[in-house]
């Protein structure tokens, strides 16, 4: 399993990442964004932490010389983007560092799109739509509809986004059969304050999770959770 805690905007944060043993780190670098951080304080953040997890910069249809801005004061391991693939491609090849689309999907056909989309990238991050009037298009604390993903195996890693929190994760990934989760807002308390237990209650719930069931063992989970005998 692997697991995303992104947001991360104070040392304690990263410190219970690092702690955790999570496999990556997510600094936003959008700015209406509760979890926005500059690059300088990105960079003075990871520094607290000199053998922390590989970090993840997320950005919102970013122009060019503002991932460059920020890279050059926070070299950063991967690029989560918000955008069209085609920009998407145009990113990874102007800075040559892996690069995650991040979508929104409500149907088994948006993940068909998506796997067509995704052509010359390198990762998936799949979460709801934004609800209306969202200004944002992630981070808004919705589930997708965790059963939709059953099945689902793109030729892309992916993680589960949206909605996560340590009470609901391993249900997730036994409904999803994902192999990776990212969590921003459920590891909170208040909107962009985040939590050090809950980081580690995460992390410690996805470890423990029955990843990737069967289609008859997804069936039997469901049946449980309802009640079925």
Request: charged share 20%.
């Amino acid at each position: 399993m692997r697991i995303k805690i992104c947001g991360i905007n104070s040392a304690e944060a990263l410190a219970a990442v690092v702690a955790g043993r999570a496999d990556y780190a997510g600094f936003v670098f959008f700015a209406r964004s509760p979890r926005v951080v500059t690059a300088a304080q990105a960079a003075a953040i990871r520094a607290t932490q000199p053998d922390a997890t590989p970090t993840v910069g997320l950005f919102v249809e970013p122009k060019l010389d503002e991932i460059a801005a920020v890279l050059a004061v926070m070299p950063l391991d991967i690029l989560q983007i918000y955008a069209e693939p085609d920009r998407a491609r145009e990113i990874r090849g102007r800075f040559g560092r892996p690069v995650w689309l991040a979508r929104g999907v409500s149907s088994r056909a948006d993940l068909a799109a998506v796997e067509r989309e995704s052509e010359g990238l390198d990762g998936l991050v799949i979460e709801s739509k934004p609800p209306p009037g969202a200004t944002r298009p992630g981070g808004n604390a919705t589930a997708i509809d965790w059963s939709l993903l059953a099945g689902w195996y793109p030729r892309l890693p992916w993680l589960l986004a949206g909605g996560l929190t340590p009470d609901n994760v391993t249900a997730a990934i036994a409904r999803s059969g994902t192999k990776g989760v990212d969590v921003s807002s459920g590891v909170e308390t208040h909107p962009g304050v985040k939590d050090p237990a809950l980081i580690t209650s995460f992390i410690e719930a996805s470890r423990n999770a029955p990843a990737g069931l069967s289609a008859a063992g997804h069936a039997e989970y469901e049946r449980r959770e309802q009640g079925v005998p």
